[in-house]
């Protein structure tokens, strides 16, 4: 059973989509809903090892930035939960599309995933990319945020607390 577990509205130019997060037994999504609230993109990682990656968007969402934000949703929601070391592969790399010169892309080359070496114990999936560099990707190549500030209140809150 599917449980929501965040949601966010976001909107962008004429589109108004809901970016949901959802968790069950296997998988954590991201989703993406029209205004119907027809499923209209989605991402997920299996929880099971390997954690195989998938992405769907519907065709006229496409190459409109979608696949980054629900990536994105998905890196906010694991970034306690999934270790920044986890390995996340693809089984085949579906994502051929032409760009605007009519040259063939690969979406998940262009999101820094690599072959997967045979020394791999996965070694038959076909490409992988550890989850803090997606992450680091679709973020424009910054760090994870880590809340620094309230981390150091606690600190000095302990240390007041010990003193008196």
């Not at 966010?8 to 609230?37: A, C, N, P, Q, V």
């Not at 629900?70 to 089984?91: A, E």
């Not at 114990?121 to 880590?146: A, D, H, M, Q, W």
Request: net charge positive; glycine share 6%.
């Amino acid at each position: 059973m599917n449980k929501t577990i965040k949601k966010h509205t976001y909107t962008k130019r004429r589109y108004e989509l809901d970016i949901k997060f959802f968790e069950d037994d296997f998988y954590y999504m991201t989703k993406m809903l029209d205004r119907s609230g027809k499923e209209v993109g989605e991402f997920r990682i299996t929880k099971e090892t390997p954690n195989d990656l998938g992405i769907h968007i519907d065709d006229q969402y496409k190459n409109k930035g979608y696949s980054k934000i629900l990536i994105r949703k998905m890196c906010n929601n694991l970034r306690h939960r999934m270790p920044p070391n986890t390995m996340l592969y693809i089984d085949s790399d579906a994502s051929w599309e032409p760009d605007k010169n009519g040259v063939l892309k690969s979406y998940w080359d262009y999101l820094g995933m690599e072959e997967t070496p045979e020394d791999d114990p996965y070694y038959g999936y076909e490409k992988r990319i550890l989850f803090e560099n997606l992450c680091s990707k679709v973020f424009g190549g910054k760090k994870r945020k880590t809340n620094k500030k309230s981390k150091k209140k606690k600190r000095s809150k302990k240390k007041n607390k010990l003193k008196q």
